[in-house]
């Protein structure tokens, strides 16, 4: 049986101010209307992540949280290895080691440039396979039989 991948970016941050942690930066206006968007998006084609896994960054908390509540699905949960700068390999284990628990449906919400580097690693690339902007959606198909990764459609949020 296949199982879907959704890999989020988080939507639009603040910039970084003077004395302010990147750790720190919370979504604008424009990075909630396009979590908004995303939610529409799902529930447009039928998308229900019985699973939303999250960067403990206040912006892909945030992020993962309105696209929970709009798009009526269970609250997301943290995940250390989701952090910025988390290292590639580390994510990698740690996303084959759960991945025959997790849901059919599942999705991930982090950053970049993490998110291009885990992707192309899971397609067999040496290089980041995509660039991820803010607020896109992208969905890999894991199948169980042969165990690779297949890129099934990328969207950034201003087409959705």
Known sequence: MNKYLYFLRHATAEVIRPNQLDIDRCLIEKGRLQARRVAVFLGRHNIEPAIVLSSPYPRAIQTAAIVCKEAELAQAKELDWLALGTDSQYAL????????????????????????????????????????????????????????FQLEWSIPAKFM
């Open 93 to 148: 284990a740690q996303l084959q080691q759960q991945l025959s628990v997790l849901p059919h449906h599942t999705m991930l919400v982090g950053h970049e440039p993490d998110f291009s580097n885990l992707l192309g690693q899971l397609l067999g690339s040496v290089q980041p396979a995509l660039k991820i902007k803010k607020a896109s959606l992208t969905c890999l198909v894991y199948c169980e039989i042969s165990n690779s």
